[in-house]
């Protein structure tokens, strides 16, 4: 069974500083990691992806992430974070091993950026 | 950039009423998915859908539960027998390809509520 942990529900940084989003996962196989922000009335909206390769991955908006195998981890890192990026991010996994193509989803993170 | 779709933005329902959620996924789109999110709680998987033919469920995908491709372009999510516990936000996402590494990309979601 594949499942994903966000440990937490909520994180307050202020314009300008670092931010972090914290994800770990269990899967079977090989992970292939997926972090999705959703804005209020708003649909998930994909940032970045895992599969294989470079453990840094960056996607759109500035955010990068990184993989560890060892830690099953795969945090979601800005490197000056802006209010704008207040939101709410959801981490999701999908087992390798596993048929099918359905995510699990993290119970999400609430990013608060405050000026 | 291409979106998913989804009709109506809030659908409100007497229980044991029938209610259809419509999508209009990416145009060269083949993977079809419904996922649903009960308010405060995890985004969950229903059901993927490829070349007419549903791929995966989730249990909690029942027989009150169906999917359809009626003609090229939408996608529907229909629940027969609406129970207060169907309440939720229901989100339709597609993807290219059946690879795992491919992204989903969501719509905005449908708020369903049932009285």
């Known amino acids: 069974a594949q499942s994903v942990a966000q440990p937490e529900d909520q994180v307050n940084v202020a314009e300008g500083n670092p931010l972090t989003v914290k994800c770990t996962y269990s899967v079977s196989g090989n992970p292939y990691l997926f972090w999705y922000v959703q804005y209020p009335n708003r649909g998930l909206q994909f940032l970045l992806k895992y599969i294989t390769g470079d453990n840094l991955v960056k996607g759109s908006y500035g955010f990068e992430a990184e993989f560890n195998k060892s830690q099953t981890s795969f945090h979601l890192k800005k490197p000056s974070a802006l209010v704008s990026d207040s939101a709410l991010y959801f981490c999701a996994v999908r087992d390798g091993k596993a048929a099918g193509n359905k995510l699990t989803f993290g119970g999400g993170t609430r990013v608060l950026v405050k000026p | 950039e291409p979106e998913v779709t989804q009709t109506p933005s809030h659908q409100v329902t007497q229980m044991g009423q029938e209610v259809i959620l419509r999508c209009v996924p990416i145009?060269?789109?083949?993977?079809f998915y419904w996922y649903r999110q009960i308010l405060g709680q995890k985004v969950e998987f229903l059901v993927s859908f490829y070349n007419n033919e549903i791929s995966e469920k989730s249990e909690i995908f029942d027989d009150q539960f169906s999917v359809e491709r009626p003609d090229g372009s939408n996608f529907t999510l229909k629940i027969r027998s609406t129970k207060l516990e169907d309440s939720a936000m229901y989100f339709c996402?597609?993807?290219?390809?059946?690879?795992?590494?491919?992204?989903?990309?969501f719509g905005d979601g449908t708020r369903l509520s049932i009285l």
């Open positions: 996402a597609s993807s290219e390809s059946w690879q795992q590494n491919q992204p989903q990309h």
């Open positions: 145009s060269n789109h083949l993977y």
